[in-house]
């Protein structure tokens, strides 16, 4: 059982190019998520899924776009980069929505210049 | 404004105990969780408390006082593996979790 992958494991980007981060977990799980973890800063929550082919936006979501289209799967796309959002990305997934535990992913460090 | 605060550095001796301290501050409260990420690695969760008191698990023990808005996590016998950020979050009225910056610890022989 691998839990959550996460694709590419890093990776470096041109500022105004297109990037997809992949997610997929084999948990079954209802709820997935994306945050972002700078330096000094806590956890941000980006997008959001309470379930397939339902998604939200969470406290950062300018610039990023996700979808949900099964029930494994969770990719965030930055339609065009910039240098700010150099950082590291988790996906997390989790049973259902609420207080309960989630489960991250490795992580993709991205760094756009 | 939501709000976590938390150290953001601890040292701590091989074999002692170690007390890491949260408060915060959020648009309701749906329970309180800790988890540990070693440097380059995932979070990984260690804890939830939802209701007042102590929740011991091994070496592990977290504390919750929803009227003060205060957690601690304890760490006993410390081991040098312990060394790692850890992170408190509450989970709001949104059923989203508000993430602290994490407390580093350094566990030094």
């Known amino acids: 059982i691998a839990g959550i992958t996460q694709a590419p494991t890093s990776q470096i980007l041109a500022a105004g190019r297109r990037m997809t981060l992949r997610c997929t977990q084999d948990m079954r799980h209802n709820a997935m998520y994306w945050y972002r973890q700078d330096l000094g800063l806590g956890l941000r929550l980006i997008h959001y899924?309470?379930?397939?082919?339902?998604?939200g936006k969470g406290e950062v979501p300018d610039g990023y776009s996700v979808s949900r289209a099964n029930t494994d799967d969770f990719p965030l796309t930055l339609a065009s980069a910039v240098p700010s959002q150099t950082s590291v990305y988790f996906c997390a997934s989790s049973d259902k929505m609420g207080p309960d535990t989630q489960y991250f992913g490795p992580g993709t460090r991205l760094t756009v210049l | 404004g939501q709000n976590i605060d938390q150290p953001t550095e601890m040292t701590a001796t091989e074999g002692a105990i170690v007390q890491i301290n949260c408060t915060y501050q959020?648009?309701?409260?749906?329970?309180l969780f800790w988890y540990q990420q070693h440097a380059g690695e995932a979070p990984t969760f260690l804890s939830y408390?939802?209701l007042d008191g102590l929740e011991e698990k091994g070496r592990f023990s977290s504390f919750l006082s929803r009227s003060k808005g205060y957690s601690y996590l304890l760490l006993k016998e410390l081991q040098m593996k312990d060394s790692a950020s850890y992170l408190c979050a509450v989970m709001d009225s949104n059923y989203q979790l508000i993430w602290g910056a994490g407390t580093k610890l350094i566990i030094k022989p």
């Open positions: 959020t648009s309701g409260f749906n329970g």
């Open positions: 899924s309470n379930t397939a082919g339902t998604t």
């Open positions: 408390n939802v």
